[in-house]
């Protein structure tokens, strides 16, 4: 694994040209994460939206037909885990948006001489993003994804 000690010292070996086209690269790919981010987000909203009048129409029908409202509830719980699912995305795509602006920002100081030190690179994390990505590898598990539902429906209902 490259660590960005060993990075950074490879951006100061390399030409003008060749981190003008690398810094391009990372540009046009964090581009691409903000469309994929912004593109994520709507949909967990339609999402959210649809988990939520799932389970109003559960709630409303339950009088009229225990297997209708069963069936909705069930559906309900079905969205909410492909939330769950895409809020993990969501985080990992953030992550790589953020490496894509670290890296355009290393390329762009390499290009004027300025010196890093290990430490300084690490500090150029943000701990909300290393908590992100954790966030996001937890929630990747099949345990985590079964989890949030299963307290909800431990609570008797959904979230409120």
């Not at 964090?30 to 999402?47: A, D, G």
């Not at 959210?48 to 709630?59: D, F, G, M």
């Not at 602006?101 to 430490?119: F, N, S």
Request: hydrophobic residues 40%; glycine residues 6%; positive net charge.
């Amino acid at each position: 694994m490259v660590t960005g000690d060993k990075m950074y010292s490879k951006l100061l070996k390399t030409n003008s040209s060749k981190l003008g086209k690398l810094e391009a690269q990372h540009i046009e790919a964090r581009v691409r994460f903000e469309t994929r981010i912004n593109n994520m987000i709507e949909t967990i909203h339609q999402e959210e939206q649809k988990y939520s009048n799932l389970r109003n129409l559960a709630r409303r029908d339950l009088n009229r037909s225990v297997e209708l409202a069963v069936r909705q509830a069930l559906e309900a719980k079905m969205v909410r885990n492909g939330i769950i699912v895409r809020e993990s995305a969501l985080s990992l795509l953030r992550a790589n948006r953020f490496f894509h602006q670290m890296m355009i920002t290393m390329i762009q100081d390499a290009r004027i001489g300025i010196q890093y030190d290990g430490q300084r690179l690490r500090d150029m994390i943000p701990d909300d993003v290393n908590e992100s990505i954790n966030r996001a590898l937890e929630g990747m598990s099949i345990d985590q994804i079964l989890q949030i539902p299963m307290e909800e429906m431990s609570r008797g209902g959904g979230n409120e």
